[in-house]
């Protein structure tokens, strides 16, 4: 019994799975800004460009009278809380698009070093990974490599 627990142990404190629950439980609480970004400030300005509130619009299908003579229908098809759900995602990639994906590349390209895609290669006799002809270490092991050899 004591070492399926140790096992076990070491199967939740495995660093992968940490990482997973961590970035579960930061994507959650960053949805809920996305989703307050959207529902309390786009949304509320498509009411400016006239885009209408689709919640309430629906088919009644399958009419027919209750016992006490009250219109009953058997079925409602919401198509406007799907329109609007639609509405939704679509602000919603719109505000991770704009708010957060070119931002971060725009970031990532200023701190990203120009490579000269042109320079001749060589392999580096440690790792065998391609590195440019005159260096003198390699940018992926960081094995000194001797002159390259003609």
């Given amino acids: 019994m004591k070492?399926?627990?140790k096992e076990f142990r070491t199967f939740l404190m495995r660093g992968?799975?940490?990482?997973?629950?961590?970035?579960?439980?930061?994507g959650a609480a960053f949805g809920a800004i996305v989703n307050s970004l959207v529902k309390d400030i786009l949304t509320p300005?498509?009411?400016l460009v006239h885009v209408p509130d689709f919640s309430?619009?629906?088919?009644?299908?399958?009419?027919?009278?209750?016992?006490?003579?009250?219109?009953?229908?058997?079925?409602?098809?919401r198509w406007g809380l799907f329109v609007n759900t639609v509405i939704s995602f679509l602000l919603i990639a719109f505000a991770v698009f704009f708010f957060i994906v070119k931002p971060v590349n725009r970031l990532m390209a200023r701190?990203?070093?120009?490579?000269?895609v042109d320079l001749p290669k060589r392999e580096c006799p440690?790792?065998?990974s391609k590195i440019p002809t005159a260096a003198k270490r390699c940018a992926f092991c960081t094995a000194e490599v001797g002159p390259a050899t003609a």
């Fill in 111 to 116: 701190r990203k070093p120009e490579q000269d």
């Fill in 3 to 5: 070492g399926w627990s």
């Fill in 16 to 26: 992968n799975l940490v990482d997973l629950a961590v970035g579960v439980v930061i």
């Fill in 126 to 128: 440690e790792c065998l």
């Fill in 45 to 47: 300005l498509l009411g």
């Fill in 56 to 77: 309430q619009a629906m088919i009644n299908i399958g009419r027919h009278l209750d016992a006490h003579h009250h219109v009953v229908y058997s079925a409602q098809i």
